[in-house]
């Protein structure tokens, strides 16, 4: 894999003349607008615009999609700066620092960013942190506490809560990763219908999956987001030449004001953990569990998919809400007695909402059928407690019993996965490998 991150290794490579600075930020959008990814961009331009130099791709860090104050798919980003002297190192923190307050949608008053600045190696207390707010719930505190021990410069911008994203986007370990290119908009066009050629799209898709995947679902155009945020389109890949390749090939007719390859944590499964057994399970936390299927599946209202999953240790209702699609048909197959391993994540009301499936075994299914005749001919009820006739050759049979008959399943083991548009930032398709 093309990993060209080099924010956790390179400590030693920045010679003694230079100054290694990461940065951090997050929550400075609001749902009505903007975009952390773009405001990060606009400061690397900024900065490399003043002959600062910023070393390697920014990262875009996905952190725990069950936080409570997400605005769309919690990300954070940072970078790496390589400064001369203090002297840049101050010019550049004030640059990033007043665009920060400049760009942020400060009037949100669910909108609280955190910006920080660390000039220290990234430590294995800062690597688990970041994973610790990936897969739990963390409390600001908890941050601060980290910050003041590592000596991180923090900056709190009203509550300041985006401080988590922006120490776990600068202290993720990237062993798995994926590219994301990202295209802006011109800002007179936010919140405009986005003027993304289909076709090219499709192209694209022929030519470049599956290093750039996720690109269409059931042919329509996946890449492009359906908020009034900058973002024209996002390419995911496994590299950063392919996702390049694949912006070369999708046509629009609309400015695009700039682009940026993020490398990324995104579509590698860092968010799961491995449950001991169900009972283990906590909400706003997402996990790989193994179980049996307790009961049928059954619609509820609103179109989703419920059913039970069951070990020695408890039981958990597993969910395929309505927007996953065809992979609810999938659900609906399966039978009491099926084992399973579900990906997925305990909601607010408990419920495992299923992100991948893989099918283990299968239970036998039988039918019970009226026997056949020596003729061949399936026979028919000759009336209760009076056994069977034959309706071609009239021979009859006393015996009631029924004849018990193993039922072909139409599911077959292995992997099933929610289709792109209902698929988590974090989730790993099975494209990618299991
Ligand atoms: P976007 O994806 O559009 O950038 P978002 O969904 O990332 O928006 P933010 O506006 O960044 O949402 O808000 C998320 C907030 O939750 C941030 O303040 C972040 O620091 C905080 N946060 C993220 N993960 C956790 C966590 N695991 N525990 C507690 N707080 C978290």
Redo the contacts with the bound molecule.
Sequence with gaps: MNNIDTANSDFNSVNSDSFKVYVGM??T?SASGM??TYICCVIMDRLKACGFRVDGPPRLIR??PF?P????????VSFKMVLKSEKEIINAKKLIFDLVNELSVMEDPK??P?LVFYEGEVTPELQSFALK?IR???KQAEAEKLADKLGVELFKFKKG?????SLAAIGCPLDDVTYELLAYRDPANYGKKRLVDAESVREMNRKTYPDTFDNLDEGYVAITPHTPCPVLYGIRGETEDAVLEAHKLVNVSEPIERFKVFITNQHTDMHLQVAGNIAKMEQFQCYIVKGQVKDLPVVIEGGHVIFTLIDESGEVECAAYEPTKQFRELVRQLFPGDQLIVYGGIGRKGTLNVEKIQIINLAALYKYVNPLCECGKRMKSAGTGKGYKCPQCGNKIRNDAKEKVKVERTLKKGFYEVPPSARRHLSKPLVRGT
């Design positions: 997050d929550d959008d975009c952390t952190l725990n936080a104050y997400k605005t769309r798919g919690n990300g954070a909108t609280n955190g707010t739990t719930i963390v809560r985006g401080i988590i994203g």
